[in-house]
């Protein structure tokens, strides 16, 4: 296994445009995490799943913002009605379980133009 | 007031120099967590640890439970280490892991 994936690396949009990122998790974990990260600043907690249930969700998630990880393994994060302030790098982390070291996936870039 | 702090912000060191890289929060943790962010994005995780010290290769972790502050110290610093330096702890509760993060200590390490 080569660790947390995520696709596509970067990615140039429009505002008003829709964009859906992906993340491969460690074949074997449970929890799969997703963060972003603005420039200068240390990534922010989105939400997470426990399997293909999604737990918790941040205030940050606004109604624009939805994850799914329908057969608990890969998840997606689609932003709908893109705007500028969505620009940054979005990150996935996977982990075994709950209190269990996190791994982190390269991110994706987003660029809202 | 952010639950987590690191200081300092950036540090520029010389290569072989001792670095030590501060973190305090304010919240009930059950583990904190030093990570490594190079240039272009990808986070390694260095250490996680709830109590006492951690040691790997030059660098150390240790954390004070009581005084709710860690250091993250790297030994004989080499300019393979300049990346930005994150603190980020778990906290207590249904979760149990979704981090919150500093804002990253920029380390530049000059040959």
């Known amino acids: 296994d080569t660790g947390v994936s995520q696709d596509p690396r970067h990615k140039i949009t429009k505002r008003g445009q829709n964009v859906t990122f992906r993340c491969d998790p460690i074949s074997e974990h449970n929890r799969l995490y997703w963060y972003r990260q603005t420039l200068g600043q240390g990534p922010e907690f989105l939400t997470y799943?426990?399997?293909?249930?999604?737990?918790?969700k941040s205030r940050l998630l606004s109604d624009r913002f939805s994850a799914e990880r329908p057969k608990g393994s890969f998840s997606t994060l689609e932003i709908q009605r893109t705007e500028q302030g969505d620009s940054a790098m979005y990150l996935c982390?996977?982990?075994?379980?709950?209190?269990?070291?996190?791994?982190f996936g390269p991110g994706t870039r987003l660029t809202v133009t | 007031k952010n639950e987590v702090e690191q200081s300092p912000q950036n540090l520029t060191a010389q290569e072989g120099e001792f670095i030590t890289i501060n973190c305090s929060y304010s919240?009930?943790?059950?583990?904190l967590h030093w990570l490594q962010q190079h240039p272009g994005g990808g986070i390694v995780s260095l250490f996680m640890?709830?109590?006492g010290k951690k040691k790997h290769g030059r660098l150390i972790a240790t954390i004070n439970i009581q005084e709710k502050h860690s250091s993250l110290h790297i030994t004989a610093s080499h300019p393979r280490d300049s990346a930005v330096y994150i603190c980020?702890?778990?906290?207590?509760?249904?979760?149990?892991?979704?981090?919150?993060f500093g804002k990253g200590t920029k380390l530049s390490v000059k040959p």
């Open positions: 980020a702890v778990s906290t207590h509760g249904g979760s149990q892991g979704n981090l919150i």
């Open positions: 799943f426990q399997n293909e249930a999604q737990l918790e």
């Open positions: 982390a996977s982990s075994l379980d709950g209190g269990h070291e996190q791994y």
């Open positions: 640890l709830s109590s």
């Open positions: 919240v009930g943790i059950s583990a």
